[in-house]
């Protein structure tokens, strides 16, 4: 058993021992968003910045739209994903991109690829979701490196979970077979990295299938990273 599934079991049989509403090191619900970096390549969903959170009671989902970005949100993501550059190990861009490098980002994935944002009623963006290349070769084409974030203080409201299954949803209509999502690991969680991001994955449909070590250094520490991945269709030979 690798180390990622032994943990995952060791804290699922943790939270059975729990009576109801007591504190384990993880919330109930599995939609806690992720992290990622285009740069780094990291793309992965992610606790809130710096926080090792009690378990606490399961929010009701709040009221959301969903719908595709557009260019004019870059101010209000760039906002969300700040804290997870200067806090965590989320992701491994050591600098918070401008507002005009976001626009660009949002404008390029657009090109090929979903990108969608959770907006409240008050039309504040809680969090987003988007697919990405998994690697510039025509015979990947049906595959997407996936990522999301979500707004700290929303990670037990249901948002990413919704986020995730609409991309899922988009994807699939759009024919790509393959997702993948690289996830920055440390054997023990700490204030930069806990473990919520791969264990919402997991609760998602996805499997770990890789384990790089010792490949990101950010804040004066080494981090691996685990790659995790879910099919979103059958995968068929073409007859020649």
């Known amino acids: 058993m690798d180390t990622f599934s032994r943990q995952f079991a060791d804290y699922m049989e943790q939270s059975h021992k729990q009576p109801v509403g007591s504190p384990i090191d993880m919330p109930v619900d599995s939609s806690i968003p992720l992290p990622s970096s285009t740069s780094a390549g990291l793309n992965s969903l992610t606790l809130c910045p710096n926080s090792r959170k009690k378990m606490r009671s ?45 626009t660009e980002r949002i ?38 490196e996936v990522s999301i974030y979500v707004q700290a203080g929303q990670h037990d409201a249901g948002v990413g979970r919704r986020l995730y299954e609409a991309l899922e ?19 023990e969680p700490n204030r930069f990295l806990t473990h919520q991001s791969p264990i919402f994955h997991r609760h998602m449909g996805y499997e770990q299938c890789a384990h790089f070590h010792k490949i990101g250094f950010k804040f004066g520490r080494w981090f691996d990273i685990i790659w995790m991945e879910k099919m979103l269709g059958e ?3 073409e007859n020649l």
């Open 169 to 187: 949803e988009e994807l699939r209509s759009r024919g790509f077979l393959n997702l993948t999502a690289c996830i920055a690991w440390s054997d």
């Open 58 to 102: 399961k929010r009701q989902p709040i009221p959301i739209t969903l719908r595709s970005a557009t260019p004019a949100d870059a101010g209000q993501i760039r906002e969300i994903y700040a804290p997870y550059v200067r806090e965590t190990a989320i992701t491994f861009e050591y600098e918070v991109p401008s507002v005009e490098e976001f």
């Open 107 to 144: 404008e390029r994935t657009l090109e090929h690829y979903p990108y969608i944002v959770a907006e409240s009623e008050e039309g504040n963006i809680l969090g987003y979701a988007y697919a990405g290349a998994y690697y510039g070769r025509a015979a990947y084409s049906r595959s997407v």
């Open 235 to 237: 995968h068929k030979d």
